[in-house]
């Protein structure tokens, strides 16, 4: 037995424990959390102990493959071959380890949070069925294979989003994040079918080889529009991550998604499924040209300014986190669109690595509050928090400070990388606007994210829920420490060593105490300018927000008040959209429906019909059976005849 | 006999021995039905597994005279093109019996005569190898379809719907035995109906260009009006909306499949000019299928006419792979037929247990019944996640392969026909769920729903459900079997191509190794 059998393992078992629970344990609740548990704890234990053998494979990737589908024609190109397997490097690897870990630390916690629930088997079954998926994702050795899990990540999230099915705002939320991601797969596909055609491959290494060596088979590919095929074929791969990721434009399933249970949008939003596009943009990196990656970068930096300016406003604890997911994955995308010789990957990668630890943190403390406050997720019905649940409080507060990016937390060493492959003057692939807004999300993190603790945890009670709140039992709390740990520590251990190694970009490590001061050392001025703005949005929002008992930002902002109303009101974007795509889609399918009903099955079908018996009519009225009618016909017949050859 | 006259005699046999039984025995009549499907399924399992991978021909073959002055012989073999379809057609009937249990509750014995006569029809018509035979078992799982949904069929326009269905399949019909008629002269005395004879000759002496140009565009009409080829598919929504469960799971799986099959095996290797000619038009009128039709499906109430015109869409990607003349796409076409049929017959299956219990379709009625049907429910989200080509279920494979098949040669066409696949069907797909599963319970139409608790009910729906899982996790199990006997179709089909680069090795020898190795491989 080769040693990665042990990655073949951790991926098949969770898929094994969601077959085992929808067939045989739906009538035992603790039988089902043991193996959902069980299953991804142990595949958690698996690739750690094949990570810490093989040193993450760091000295050349491994892969393992089996075919899934192998077609060969006689006509050149006329070929399809697609595998099934694991590629096994230290992106993979690293993935898993913060799959499985976070998702791990998310299935325990589940346990107590779902604990009353009449769907517990089918949770996590669910549960079990995401997770497999998005190992699936991470484990790609090609396209074709990305995609099906894409495909399946997005399922497994319409089941767990529209968990409640019976609430009909839960039910429309799963359908519309599995249609919005279905728009992206759209371009995804497309994208797939592109490099299909020129390289005539699927897998990442054999096109990545045929890059290095023999350079894009798209760039001679011509053009479609004003666009390069292979700008082209880069963007359409991005669909993919635009729709996954939720970065503008279909950046709208994923507050809503908010509808499903609380663990559910911790998984979503920390280690799985929105990580997927940042992980999908940095595995197939070597697709993307510069214009290509230029997009990328601008929609990223975008959508990282238009979610954070959202969150400013929401009054949802779940909401306002869901957009600070948002914004930073926004961070991400731009990261890998500013990649240079890999320093973007790298930080886009590092801050994902981290974010995945502090956002699970952040969640299943919401999570938390939200059970103890008789499911209230309005922050202005909370309050005061602090002193009735200290375990909550104060590990929200460390994921808070990660998020925030205060040095020395794990969130500030990312950030800073994300910051200083944004600023031109550190590796000339910089990009200034970038920058300047990657600086404004800087503040307006902080802003938003004290905002929210001072109006939950601080001040004075709101609500009798808030007031009776208890804090929430061992089984929950524990994996908030637990979490707690890599939100402080993970940007000392050199995570963006590995990274770096692997896009082939320089990490700095000069000195011992490079791993706490990096930062400080090689770019003290975006350091500075980061955790400067960093306190700069903090102390702005306490101030603003002390003892507070409505928000006070729309009147402070005076005449500019309106801004607040678009942020609160999302920019408008949902109802544009229903307004415009969903009508016009809507208005195909009518005139569709309308021509079907009327002209095609009515007009021409009923109409020949109708015709036809018409014309049976008319000539039975002619056969009357009467001698004397058919004589005077025959003789009317023959003097036409008659009058015709005349006439002629 | 071997095992596939078997599965071609037992469901005729039985009906002629159901013929003797006295009228009052109706669960005697299902029973034996049952048995029958049931032993047609499993002798179906056996043959696709005991079938030789990777060989070109004819396998199980079997030869029986019929009428010798005219050479019409019953000729039965399978490669790897049918094997699947007689496979999926088993287990559709076997399922399509079971479900009858319960739905049919009077003239029982006539019912399950007409099942049994309309199953080992289809299952002939895949196996024949003779162009005669082929023509005249389906006619025999043709003229029943008429015959149930007048007398079982159900729902107000249950009369101008068997109209309509009767007059639209028997043009089809006809015009494609036209067709298949001019077909016939075209080969020298002394004439045969076999179908690897024919091919051979013509590939030998291929028809004049004028001929098939004629003889194409009347298969592919006749054959398509039968597969519900837009702007002739009015028919299939409103039949299927009608007709009894069985005969909507029968005709829309498996009988449908008729003419695709009869466009892959005859109309294309036969007339390849005319196939080059003619199937770019097809490759456009394939979105009528899938886009139009699919938006229609985006406005249906009722829950038949929904899954009805995704039926008649999903018929589109099989067009559109046939249309691409690769053996990626043809490959893809064939998964895709097999996984229609079996996905088709699941969901007019589950909308007939729906129906069973609800009395109507009419999904703005319906709502919130997943707590009252959890095995249903499940079984039809499913359903609805395989219509909406979910990876994992044979659908996906097989329209993805369609897609690869045909992106080369129709780029705007297949761009149009993604977006059918993942965003229009996923719209309608989920709404499905939405109004019927998902939500609060329709406060005006409060029912008490039973869900399909013994194995005996819930047996056609898992049946069905895990062979699509099966070939949707391992498509390799299909296309593997359909490769070598696709690629001969499509070989014979581009010969036109390599005749065209003959001519050219006169002007340029130079470049006639390559041609060879075309050849060859």
């Given at each position: 037995m080769d040693l990665h059998s042990l990655i073949w393992i951790a991926f098949l078992l969770p898929l094994a424990a969601a077959v085992a629970i929808a067939l045989f344990t739906r009538g035992n609740r603790q039988a089902s959390a043991g193996l959902s548990i069980g299953a991804i704890t142990l595949s958690f234990i698996l690739t750690a102990a094949y990570s810490v053998v093989t040193a993450l494979n760091q000295g050349g990737a491994k892969a393992s493959e089996i075919t899934w589908l192998s077609v060969n024609g006689s006509?050149?190109?006329d070929a399809l071959n697609i595998g099934l397997g694991i590629l096994l490097d230290p992106l993979s690897l690293m993935m898993m380890m913060v799959v499985t870990g976070v998702g791990m630390l998310i299935h325990i916690y589940s346990r107590g949070y779902m604990k009353d629930d009449p769907g517990y088997s089918r949770y996590f079954a669910c549960l079990s069925l995401f997770t497999f998926s998005m190992m699936g994702i991470v484990l790609a050795t090609n396209f074709v294979q990305m995609f099906i899990f894409w495909e399946l990540v997005g399922v497994s999230s319409y089941l767990l989003i529209g968990f409640w099915f019976g609430r009909p705002a839960a039910a429309d939320a799963g359908k519309k994040a599995f249609i919005t991601n279905r728009i992206g797969d759209f371009g995804f596909l497309l994208g797939i079918l592109l490099v299909w055609s020129a390289f005539g491959e699927v897998s990442f290494s054999v096109i990545a080889d045929d890059i290095a060596?023999?350079?894009?088979?798209?760039?001679?590919?011509?053009?479609?529009g004003c666009l390069p095929l292979a700008t082209l074929a880069g963007l359409l791969i991005f669909c993919g991550a635009v729709g996954k990721s939720a970065q503008f434009p279909l950046h709208v399933w994923l507050p809503d998604a908010m509808e499903g249970p609380t663990p559910v949008s911790a998984l979503i939003h920390a280690a799985t499924m929105v990580a997927a596009g940042v992980y999908m943009l940095c595995r197939t990196i070597f697709i993307f040209d510069d214009c290509a990656l230029l997009y990328i970068a601008a929609i990223g930096g975008f959508t990282a300014l238009l979610a954070a300016l959202m969150a400013v406003q929401q009054d949802d604890i779940k909401r306002i986190l869901a957009y600070s997911t948002l914004s930073q994955l926004g961070y991400m995308v731009m990261a890998v669109g500013l990649n240079g010789h890999g320093e973007g990957a790298t930080a886009a990668m590092y801050h994902l690595t981290t974010h995945a630890g502090f956002k699970a943190l952040l969640f299943l403390g919401a999570g938390s509050v939200i059970c103890a406050t008789h499911h209230e997720q309005n922050i202005w019905r909370m309050g005061g928090l602090r002193d009735r649940m200290p375990s909550t409080y104060w590990t929200f507060i460390v994921g808070t400070a990660a998020l925030m990016g205060l040095p020395p937390f794990s969130g500030f060493y990312s950030k800073d990388s994300i910051l200083s492959a944004a600023a031109p003057w550190i590796n000339g692939h910089g990009n200034v606007i970038l920058f300047v807004i990657a600086l404004i999300v800087a503040f307006l993190t902080p802003f938003y994210m004290t905002r929210l603790v001072c109006v939950a945890f601080h001040g004075g009670a709101r609500t009798d829920h808030a007031r009776h709140a208890k804090e929430s039992p061992g089984v929950m709390t524990k994996p908030l420490w637990i979490l707690a740990f890599p939100a402080v520590f993970a940007g000392w251990a050199g995570i963006d060593a590995i990274f770096a190694d692997h896009f082939g970009a320089h990490a700095h490590y000069d000195h011992w105490y490079s791993y706490i001061v990096g930062p400080m050392e090689h770019a003290p001025f975006v350091a500075a300018m980061g955790t400067g703005l960093a306190l700069l949005g903090w102390y702005m929002a306490s101030l603003l927000y002390k003892d507070a008992e409505t928000d006070p930002l729309p009147e402070k902002l005076g005449a500019l008040g309106f801004v607040t109303t678009l942020m609160r009101r999302r920019f408008f974007f949902d109802e544009i959209y229903q307004r415009v795509f969903v009508a016009a889609h809507d208005a195909f399918a009518s005139v569709a429906n309308w021509f079907d009903r009327w002209?095609?099955?009515?007009?021409?079908v009923r109409g020949s019909h109708g015709t036809t018996e018409l014309v049976g009519r008319v000539v039975r009225m002619l056969q009357t059976g009467n001698l004397q009618t058919y004589a005077a016909f025959s003789i009317l017949g023959a003097v036409a005849l008659v009058i015709v050859f005349l006439i002629a | 006999m071997n095992n596939l006259t078997l599965i071609i005699a037992i469901p005729f046999l039985a009906a002629l021995g159901m013929l003797f039984l006295p009228r009052r025995e109706k669960d005697l009549a299902q029973q034996v039905a049952m048995l029958a499907t049931g032993a047609t399924a499993l002798l179906a399992i056996a043959l696709f597994v005991k079938f030789e991978t990777g060989l070109p021909g004819f396998q199980f073959e079997s030869k029986i005279p019929f009428a010798k002055a005219l050479g019409i012989w019953f000729h039965f073999g399978v490669d790897g093109v049918n094997v699947g379809l007689i496979l999926m057609g088993a287990i559709v009937g076997f399922a399509a019996t079971c479900v009858s249990f319960d739905e049919i509750r009077d003239r029982q014995k006539e019912f399950y005569i007409l099942l049994l006569v309309m199953i080992g029809g289809i299952l002939g018509s895949f196996a024949s190898m003779d162009i005669f035979m082929f023509f005249f078992f389906h006619e025999f799982a043709l003229v029943p379809t008429f015959i149930m949904i007048g007398v079982w069929g159900r729902g107000v326009d249950k009369n101008y719907a068997t109209f309509k269905i009767t007059l639209y399949l028997v043009v089809g019909s006809m015009i494609s035995l036209a067709g298949l008629i001019a077909l016939y002269l075209q080969a020298p005395e002394p004439r045969t109906f076999n179908m690897v004879e024919l091919a051979q000759i013509f590939r030998d002496n291929p028809i004049a260009f004028g001929q098939q140009n004629l003889i194409f565009p009347l298969l592919m009409f006749g054959f398509g009006i039968l597969v519900s080829l837009w702007p002739f598919h009015t028919w299939a929504p409103l039949g299927y909306g009608s007709a009894p469960t069985a005969t909507a799971m029968m005709h829309a799986g498996v009988i449908k499949k008729f003419g695709l099959y009869g466009l892959i095996r005859i109309a294309v290797p036969m007339c390849p000019e005319g196939a080059q000619n003619w199937l770019p038009l097809l490759a456009f009128l394939c979105l009528g299928n899938i886009l139009y039709c699919g938006f229609v499906a985006m406005k249906q109430k009722d829950l038949n006419l929904l899954i009805g015109n995704s039926s008649v869409a999903h018929m589109g990607f099989v067009f559109l792979g046939i249309a691409s003349l690769t053996l990626i796409g043809v490959t893809g076409a064939v998964l895709v037929m097999v996984a229609h049929g079996l996905l088709a017959a699941l969901t007019f299956g589950l909308s007939g247990y729906l129906y069973g219990q609800t009395r109507t379709l009419d999904m703005d009625r319906m709502g919130g019944y997943l707590n009252q049907l959890p095995f249903i429910g499940a079984a039809m989200v499913m359903a609805m996640m395989a219509g909406c080509g979910l990876p994992g279920f044979a659908n996906f494979a097989g329209e993805a392969m369609v897609f690869f098949g045909a992106w080369k040669a129709y780029p705007f066409v297949t761009t149009l026909a993604v977006w059918g696949a993942l965003v229009i069907g996923a719209v309608y797909m989920l709404r499905a769920i939405r109004n019927?599963?998902?939500?609060?319970?329709?406060a005006d139409n409060k029912v008490s729903l039973n869900d399909a608790a013994d194995w005996r009910k819930r047996a056609p729906f898992a049946l069905l459900l895990a062979t699509l899982l099966v070939f949707g996790f391992a498509p390799r199990l299909l296309t593997s079997k359909i490769q070598p006997s696709a690629k001969a179709i499509v070989d014979a089909a581009n010969g036109i191509e390599t005749r065209l680069v003959e001519v050219a090795q006169l002007d340029a020898p130079a470049k006639g190794g390559e041609t060879d190795l075309n050849d060859v491989e």
């Amino acid at each position: 037995m080769d040693l990665h059998s042990l990655i073949w393992i951790a991926f098949l078992l969770p898929l094994a424990a969601a077959v085992a629970i929808a067939l045989f344990t739906r009538g035992n609740r603790q039988a089902s959390a043991g193996l959902s548990i069980g299953a991804i704890t142990l595949s958690f234990i698996l690739t750690a102990a094949y990570s810490v053998v093989t040193a993450l494979n760091q000295g050349g990737a491994k892969a393992s493959e089996i075919t899934w589908l192998s077609v060969n024609g006689s006509a050149p190109g006329d070929a399809l071959n697609i595998g099934l397997g694991i590629l096994l490097d230290p992106l993979s690897l690293m993935m898993m380890m913060v799959v499985t870990g976070v998702g791990m630390l998310i299935h325990i916690y589940s346990r107590g949070y779902m604990k009353d629930d009449p769907g517990y088997s089918r949770y996590f079954a669910c549960l079990s069925l995401f997770t497999f998926s998005m190992m699936g994702i991470v484990l790609a050795t090609n396209f074709v294979q990305m995609f099906i899990f894409w495909e399946l990540v997005g399922v497994s999230s319409y089941l767990l989003i529209g968990f409640w099915f019976g609430r009909p705002a839960a039910a429309d939320a799963g359908k519309k994040a599995f249609i919005t991601n279905r728009i992206g797969d759209f371009g995804f596909l497309l994208g797939i079918l592109l490099v299909w055609s020129a390289f005539g491959e699927v897998s990442f290494s054999v096109i990545a080889d045929d890059i290095a060596h023999g350079g894009n088979k798209l760039v001679g590919m011509g053009k479609f529009g004003c666009l390069p095929l292979a700008t082209l074929a880069g963007l359409l791969i991005f669909c993919g991550a635009v729709g996954k990721s939720a970065q503008f434009p279909l950046h709208v399933w994923l507050p809503d998604a908010m509808e499903g249970p609380t663990p559910v949008s911790a998984l979503i939003h920390a280690a799985t499924m929105v990580a997927a596009g940042v992980y999908m943009l940095c595995r197939t990196i070597f697709i993307f040209d510069d214009c290509a990656l230029l997009y990328i970068a601008a929609i990223g930096g975008f959508t990282a300014l238009l979610a954070a300016l959202m969150a400013v406003q929401q009054d949802d604890i779940k909401r306002i986190l869901a957009y600070s997911t948002l914004s930073q994955l926004g961070y991400m995308v731009m990261a890998v669109g500013l990649n240079g010789h890999g320093e973007g990957a790298t930080a886009a990668m590092y801050h994902l690595t981290t974010h995945a630890g502090f956002k699970a943190l952040l969640f299943l403390g919401a999570g938390s509050v939200i059970c103890a406050t008789h499911h209230e997720q309005n922050i202005w019905r909370m309050g005061g928090l602090r002193d009735r649940m200290p375990s909550t409080y104060w590990t929200f507060i460390v994921g808070t400070a990660a998020l925030m990016g205060l040095p020395p937390f794990s969130g500030f060493y990312s950030k800073d990388s994300i910051l200083s492959a944004a600023a031109p003057w550190i590796n000339g692939h910089g990009n200034v606007i970038l920058f300047v807004i990657a600086l404004i999300v800087a503040f307006l993190t902080p802003f938003y994210m004290t905002r929210l603790v001072c109006v939950a945890f601080h001040g004075g009670a709101r609500t009798d829920h808030a007031r009776h709140a208890k804090e929430s039992p061992g089984v929950m709390t524990k994996p908030l420490w637990i979490l707690a740990f890599p939100a402080v520590f993970a940007g000392w251990a050199g995570i963006d060593a590995i990274f770096a190694d692997h896009f082939g970009a320089h990490a700095h490590y000069d000195h011992w105490y490079s791993y706490i001061v990096g930062p400080m050392e090689h770019a003290p001025f975006v350091a500075a300018m980061g955790t400067g703005l960093a306190l700069l949005g903090w102390y702005m929002a306490s101030l603003l927000y002390k003892d507070a008992e409505t928000d006070p930002l729309p009147e402070k902002l005076g005449a500019l008040g309106f801004v607040t109303t678009l942020m609160r009101r999302r920019f408008f974007f949902d109802e544009i959209y229903q307004r415009v795509f969903v009508a016009a889609h809507d208005a195909f399918a009518s005139v569709a429906n309308w021509f079907d009903r009327w002209i095609i099955a009515g007009l021409l079908v009923r109409g020949s019909h109708g015709t036809t018996e018409l014309v049976g009519r008319v000539v039975r009225m002619l056969q009357t059976g009467n001698l004397q009618t058919y004589a005077a016909f025959s003789i009317l017949g023959a003097v036409a005849l008659v009058i015709v050859f005349l006439i002629a | 006999m071997n095992n596939l006259t078997l599965i071609i005699a037992i469901p005729f046999l039985a009906a002629l021995g159901m013929l003797f039984l006295p009228r009052r025995e109706k669960d005697l009549a299902q029973q034996v039905a049952m048995l029958a499907t049931g032993a047609t399924a499993l002798l179906a399992i056996a043959l696709f597994v005991k079938f030789e991978t990777g060989l070109p021909g004819f396998q199980f073959e079997s030869k029986i005279p019929f009428a010798k002055a005219l050479g019409i012989w019953f000729h039965f073999g399978v490669d790897g093109v049918n094997v699947g379809l007689i496979l999926m057609g088993a287990i559709v009937g076997f399922a399509a019996t079971c479900v009858s249990f319960d739905e049919i509750r009077d003239r029982q014995k006539e019912f399950y005569i007409l099942l049994l006569v309309m199953i080992g029809g289809i299952l002939g018509s895949f196996a024949s190898m003779d162009i005669f035979m082929f023509f005249f078992f389906h006619e025999f799982a043709l003229v029943p379809t008429f015959i149930m949904i007048g007398v079982w069929g159900r729902g107000v326009d249950k009369n101008y719907a068997t109209f309509k269905i009767t007059l639209y399949l028997v043009v089809g019909s006809m015009i494609s035995l036209a067709g298949l008629i001019a077909l016939y002269l075209q080969a020298p005395e002394p004439r045969t109906f076999n179908m690897v004879e024919l091919a051979q000759i013509f590939r030998d002496n291929p028809i004049a260009f004028g001929q098939q140009n004629l003889i194409f565009p009347l298969l592919m009409f006749g054959f398509g009006i039968l597969v519900s080829l837009w702007p002739f598919h009015t028919w299939a929504p409103l039949g299927y909306g009608s007709a009894p469960t069985a005969t909507a799971m029968m005709h829309a799986g498996v009988i449908k499949k008729f003419g695709l099959y009869g466009l892959i095996r005859i109309a294309v290797p036969m007339c390849p000019e005319g196939a080059q000619n003619w199937l770019p038009l097809l490759a456009f009128l394939c979105l009528g299928n899938i886009l139009y039709c699919g938006f229609v499906a985006m406005k249906q109430k009722d829950l038949n006419l929904l899954i009805g015109n995704s039926s008649v869409a999903h018929m589109g990607f099989v067009f559109l792979g046939i249309a691409s003349l690769t053996l990626i796409g043809v490959t893809g076409a064939v998964l895709v037929m097999v996984a229609h049929g079996l996905l088709a017959a699941l969901t007019f299956g589950l909308s007939g247990y729906l129906y069973g219990q609800t009395r109507t379709l009419d999904m703005d009625r319906m709502g919130g019944y997943l707590n009252q049907l959890p095995f249903i429910g499940a079984a039809m989200v499913m359903a609805m996640m395989a219509g909406c080509g979910l990876p994992g279920f044979a659908n996906f494979a097989g329209e993805a392969m369609v897609f690869f098949g045909a992106w080369k040669a129709y780029p705007f066409v297949t761009t149009l026909a993604v977006w059918g696949a993942l965003v229009i069907g996923a719209v309608y797909m989920l709404r499905a769920i939405r109004n019927i599963l998902h939500g609060e319970e329709n406060a005006d139409n409060k029912v008490s729903l039973n869900d399909a608790a013994d194995w005996r009910k819930r047996a056609p729906f898992a049946l069905l459900l895990a062979t699509l899982l099966v070939f949707g996790f391992a498509p390799r199990l299909l296309t593997s079997k359909i490769q070598p006997s696709a690629k001969a179709i499509v070989d014979a089909a581009n010969g036109i191509e390599t005749r065209l680069v003959e001519v050219a090795q006169l002007d340029a020898p130079a470049k006639g190794g390559e041609t060879d190795l075309n050849d060859v491989e």
